[in-house]
């Protein structure tokens, strides 16, 4: 089967066979959308008779995406009032983001039965909470790394456009740019460490194209790991023939 990511930096794939273990992919890729027209051919030669798909980045993603699947039927996955013993308490369920709720059954996949903090950090960062019991009891929506940074410049007239980097800037920094890393890393790692320090003895899972810039800032135990959404995409197809 197919399984894809679409998020609103980039689209994440992954083949995985129906009895593969969670993560344990056949080949695997992400591109960022201007370059989404070489799925055709990465998508090609895998005799994908399923394709599940999360996107969360609207609708003209979503007609691309669909010219290129290689399947004229894929499913578009959802968030739902319960799937696979995860039961999502937004007031709302379907207004829950499909990769939020492909996330923590991911989450769940991996650690069954434990308190979940779910953070993915994306073009947005999210961080959500699942309980032993597989409550999805719902979370915080904050801009990511890179847009926190990226609207500091924007908004302002002497701070600089900057990236993040491999070393952890000081919390009390000496200069511009590692006062806004500081900054910016100190927001994503304090929102995580909020959900922890509100639903006890959780495990916290770590994921997304910017978490290798925000785990190492976290003062909680965690795991980091490449695509937890994808792992979630694989667990829902396995749980669902008809999602
Ligand atoms: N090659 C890359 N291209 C763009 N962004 C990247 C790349 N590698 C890491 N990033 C960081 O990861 C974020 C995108 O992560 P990703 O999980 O793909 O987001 P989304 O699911 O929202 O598309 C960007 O905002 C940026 O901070
Ligand atoms: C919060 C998100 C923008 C995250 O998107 P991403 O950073 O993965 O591209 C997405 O999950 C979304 O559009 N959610 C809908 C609103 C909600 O979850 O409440
Ligand atoms: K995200």
Redesign the pocket.
């Known amino acids: 089967m197919l399984l894809v990511?679409a998020?609103?930096?980039?689209v994440?794939w992954a083949i995985a066979h129906a009895d593969a273990a969670p993560g344990e992919w056949t080949a695997h890729g992400?591109v960022?959308h201007a370059e989404l027209d070489g799925l055709k051919d990465a998508w090609a030669g895998h005799g994908v008779t399923r394709a599940l798909v999360s996107n969360v980045a609207g609708t003209a993603i979503r007609e691309r995406l669909a010219a290129l699947l290689p399947l004229s039927q894929p499913e578009w996955f959802g968030a739902r009032p319960e799937l696979a013993g995860l039961r999502n308490r937004y007031r709302n369920p379907s207004q829950l983001g499909a990769?939020r709720f492909a996330a923590a059954l991911g989450a769940r996949t991996l650690a069954p039965g434990q308190a979940l903090v779910v953070a993915?950090?994306?073009?947005?960062t999210t961080v959500d909470g699942v309980t032993a019991g597989g409550d999805f009891v719902g979370g915080m929506i904050l801009p990511?790394?890179?847009?926190m940074l990226s609207s500091l410049a924007r908004g302002t007239a002497q701070l600089p456009d900057t990236s993040?980097q491999e070393a952890l800037p000081p919390t009390f920094a000496d200069n511009t740019l590692d006062a806004i890393r500081a900054g910016c890393v100190a927001a994503q790692a304090g929102a995580i460490e909020r959900a922890f320090a509100a639903l006890p003895a959780a495990l916290c899972i770590v994921s997304?194209?910017?978490a290798g810039h925000v785990a190492p800032a976290l003062s909680v135990p965690y795991r980091m790991l490449d695509n937890i959404v994808l792992v979630g995409l694989h667990a829902a197809a396995i749980a669902s023939t008809t999602p």
């Open positions: 990511d998020g609103n930096t980039r994440k992400a960022v990769d993915t950090c994306g073009t947005a990511g790394l890179g847009l993040a997304g194209g910017a």
